[in-house]
């Protein structure tokens, strides 16, 4: 099964799931270079209902959030490794900053962000719940992200020795 949907796909398959009375989880993120971080909040995410669905930023989103550097992997290649997870259901690429859209579309039982946003930060918060679900905030693993193996990268090659 090719995981990779559109957004008209996602809409279509997300009702098809909720007819066969499936919980739908939903988190995204740009998952620029994969860590062991990343896949272990995937994993629990995925575990928190029957469907995992990943919302992949776009690299014109990325960089519009992280700045003209950012992305390293490019879209293509990130949905690719996010896709070879076994516990990734659907992935999405949006091009918006925000996946309110997203989630609007999909309306799931679970949204999923990291325990660095605060809830009433998190967009799509207030319509998952209008809605019947929750959302659940994640501990991050520490030490290690993207940013932090950029920057050991960097110190290791191009840095003091």
Same mark, same amino acid.
């Given at each position: 099964? =090719?995981?990779?949907?559109?957004?008209?796909?996602?809409?279509?398959?997300?009702?098809?799931?909720?007819?066969?009375?499936?919980?739908?989880?939903?988190?995204?993120?740009?998952?620029?270079?994969?860590?062991?971080?990343?896949?272990?909040?995937?994993?629990?995410?995925?575990?928190?209902?029957?469907?995992?669905?990943?919302?992949?930023?776009?690299?014109?989103?990325?960089?519009?959030?992280?700045?003209?550097?950012?992305?390293?992997?490019?879209?293509?290649?990130?949905?690719? #490794?996010?896709?070879?997870?076994?516990?990734? =259901?659907?992935? #999405? #690429?949006?091009?918006?900053? =925000?996946?309110?859209?997203?989630?609007?579309?999909?309306?799931?039982?679970?949204?999923?962000?990291?325990? =660095?946003?605060?809830?009433?930060?998190?967009?799509?918060?207030?319509?998952?719940?209008?809605?019947?679900?929750?959302?659940?905030?994640?501990?991050?693993?520490?030490?290690?992200?993207?940013?932090?193996?950029?920057?050991?990268?960097?110190?290791?090659?191009?840095?003091?020795?």
């Amino acid at each position: 099964m =090719d995981k990779l949907a559109g957004f008209s796909e996602i809409k279509i398959l997300s009702r098809q799931y909720k007819d066969a009375k499936k919980s739908i989880v939903f988190t995204n993120g740009c998952f620029d270079i994969m860590h062991a971080g990343h896949v272990k909040y995937l994993t629990h995410a995925a575990s928190l209902g029957d469907i995992l669905i990943l919302g992949l930023n776009s690299d014109s989103s990325v960089k519009k959030i992280k700045g003209e550097k950012r992305p390293v992997i490019g879209q293509d290649h990130r949905s690719i #490794v996010v896709s070879a997870l076994s516990c990734i =259901d659907h992935v #999405v #690429v949006f091009d918006e900053p =925000d996946p309110e859209l997203l989630i609007e579309a999909i309306c799931p039982d679970v949204l999923v962000k990291g325990a =660095d946003w605060p809830e009433d930060k998190i967009i799509g918060a207030d319509f998952v719940k209008k809605n019947g679900g929750y959302i659940e905030r994640v501990c991050l693993e520490p030490d290690i992200s993207t940013t932090k193996i950029i920057e050991r990268i960097g110190n290791l090659y191009y840095g003091k020795q």
